[in-house]
């Protein structure tokens, strides 16, 4: 079951070439634990992977990257809604066309979100003004030291935005195997993020005749217009968090810069970093094989599918000059490995 020396190439969305020392493909629970034990027994570090599209590769990993391919998927009504279990080794947007294909909304703003429902509570996906935790349950995890199954429910799981305790206290130490989301009766469409409402505002069409199919597709043609499709030119979403701010810095800079574009966020601000990369000049910038998206600022891309240093090299010199320019701290989304 364990492989040795595996290319990992096609397997993070950034298509950064990088070799695992030992792979191991899991689709079932006792094959994660025959995995685990194996990682125990030699004291290796281990990656668990899902589509691969939040991570950096730095270079070749000298641990065990687990891919995770446990299937699964259940509906089953309950007084509130739809309650659904899905495995960790599911893909998010499949799971999400599953469920508006049904009529059931609440997951349609997370349309087209790469990845697999496994690490969706990792950073907790959100999009459009929409997360994962809005319609979280609870989810399964494996217990990376001894290989006990435990639950965590949304409080354990500590979720933030673009955030939760497995990218904090828990990190490196759970493997999650289920996922379980409740998806609400009395469903009412959310397309208040401008994007979305000028789409449909376009269409004459008003929150009444709305589906959760329709928001979905909205969603899909929205995000096409604008973001790079991995499997054309290589990227990893979002690289950094949008900031968030203090007042004091968001007051500051919205003086010296009056179209600084930025959302109260209780009480402090959340800056807009495609904004601030985009004003200090990165837009359609090319370094080497990796460059700035022209049509997103805060996505880079590998078109030229350069190495893992490449990409952190120019997300380091955004991040200094964003640093220089507006006295902000950006930080990456994607975990770099190893
Ligand atoms: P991976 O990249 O494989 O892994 C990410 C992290 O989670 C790693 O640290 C990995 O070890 C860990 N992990 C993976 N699976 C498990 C598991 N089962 N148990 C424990 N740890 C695990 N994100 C958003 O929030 N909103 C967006 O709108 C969005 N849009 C994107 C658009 C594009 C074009 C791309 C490329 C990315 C986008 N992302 C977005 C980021 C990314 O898709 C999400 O973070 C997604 O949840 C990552 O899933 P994955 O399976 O690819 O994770
Ligand atoms: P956008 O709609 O052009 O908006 C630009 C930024 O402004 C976004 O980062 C968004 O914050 C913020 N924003 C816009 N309207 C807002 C509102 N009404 N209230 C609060 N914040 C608002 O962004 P985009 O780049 O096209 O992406 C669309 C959505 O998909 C966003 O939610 C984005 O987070 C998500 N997305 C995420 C990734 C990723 O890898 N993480 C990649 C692509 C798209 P938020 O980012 O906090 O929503």
Same mark, same amino acid.
């Given at each position: 079951?364990?492989?040795?020396?595996?290319?990992?190439?096609?397997?993070?969305?950034?298509?950064?070439?990088?070799?695992?020392?030992?792979?191991?493909?899991?689709?079932?629970?006792?094959?994660?634990?025959?995995?685990?034990?194996?990682?125990?027994?030699?004291?290796?570090?281990?990656?668990?992977?899902?589509?691969?599209?939040?991570?950096?590769?730095?270079?070749?990993?000298?641990?065990?990257?687990?891919?995770?391919?446990?299937?699964?998927?259940?509906?089953?009504?309950?007084?509130?809604?739809?309650?659904?279990?899905?495995?960790?080794?599911?893909?998010?947007?499949?799971?999400?066309?599953?469920?508006?294909?049904?009529?059931?909304?609440?997951?349609?703003?997370?349309?087209?979100?790469?990845?697999?429902?496994?690490?969706?509570?990792?950073?907790?996906?959100?999009?459009?003004?929409?997360?994962?935790?809005?319609?979280?349950?609870?989810?399964?995890?494996?217990?990376?030291?001894?290989?006990?199954?435990?639950?965590?429910?949304?409080?354990?799981?500590?979720?933030?935005?673009?955030?939760?305790?497995?990218?904090?206290? !828990?990190?490196?130490?759970? *493997?999650?195997?289920? &996922? =379980?989301?409740?998806?609400?009766?009395?469903?009412? $469409?959310?397309?208040? @993020?401008?994007?979305?409402?000028?789409?449909?505002?376009?269409?004459?069409?008003?929150?009444?005749?709305?589906?959760?199919?329709?928001?979905?597709?909205?969603?899909?043609?929205?995000?096409?217009?604008?973001?790079?499709?991995?499997?054309?030119?290589?990227?990893?979403?979002?690289?950094?968090?949008?900031?968030?701010?203090?007042?004091?810095?968001?007051?500051?800079?919205?003086?010296?810069?009056?179209?600084?574009?930025?959302?109260?966020?209780?009480?402090?601000?959340?800056?807009?970093?495609?904004?601030?990369?985009?004003?200090?000049?990165?837009?359609?910038?090319?370094?080497?094989?990796?460059?700035?998206?022209?049509?997103?600022?805060?996505?880079?891309?590998?078109?030229?599918?350069?190495?893992?240093?490449?990409?952190? !090299?120019?997300?380091?010199? *955004?991040?200094?000059? &964003? =640093?220089?320019?507006?006295?902000?701290?950006?930080? $990456?989304?994607?975990? @770099?490995?190893?």
């Amino acid at each position: 079951m364990i492989q040795t020396d595996i290319d990992l190439q096609p397997l993070n969305t950034l298509a950064i070439a990088a070799r695992a020392a030992h792979f191991a493909r899991v689709e079932s629970l006792e094959q994660l634990r025959e995995a685990l034990a194996f990682a125990r027994g030699r004291k290796l570090p281990i990656l668990p992977l899902g589509g691969g599209s939040n991570i950096v590769l730095t270079g070749d990993y000298p641990g065990l990257v687990i891919h995770m391919e446990l299937r699964g998927l259940s509906l089953e009504e309950t007084p509130e809604g739809t309650r659904l279990s899905a495995a960790a080794g599911e893909n998010w947007h499949r799971l999400v066309m599953h469920t508006v294909e049904r009529g059931l909304g609440g997951l349609e703003n997370l349309a087209l979100i790469p990845g697999k429902i496994g690490a969706a509570p990792i950073q907790n996906i959100g999009a459009y003004g929409v997360e994962l935790r809005d319609s979280f349950v609870d989810l399964q995890a494996v217990h990376i030291a001894t290989g006990k199954l435990c639950e965590f429910s949304a409080a354990d799981c500590e979720f933030g935005y673009r955030d939760s305790v497995f990218k904090g206290r !828990a990190r490196d130490r759970y *493997i999650i195997t289920r &996922v =379980r989301l409740e998806l609400p009766s009395d469903w009412r $469409p959310r397309i208040d @993020y401008p994007a979305l409402g000028e789409y449909f505002a376009r269409r004459e069409q008003g929150a009444g005749t709305l589906t959760p199919e329709k928001v979905a597709r909205a969603v899909i043609a929205v995000r096409n217009s604008k973001l790079p499709s991995p499997d054309e030119i290589p990227n990893a979403g979002s690289f950094f968090k949008n900031p968030l701010v203090d007042a004091d810095l968001y007051h500051s800079l919205k003086k010296a810069h009056p179209d600084l574009v930025a959302f109260a966020a209780g009480e402090r601000w959340k800056l807009a970093a495609a904004w601030l990369i985009d004003r200090a000049g990165w837009r359609g910038r090319q370094r080497d094989a990796v460059g700035v998206h022209d049509r997103q600022a805060l996505v880079l891309v590998n078109p030229g599918r350069g190495p893992g240093a490449e990409v952190t !090299a120019l997300a380091a010199e *955004i991040a200094a000059d &964003v =640093r220089a320019k507006f006295g902000v701290e950006l930080e $990456p989304e994607p975990r @770099y490995y190893p």
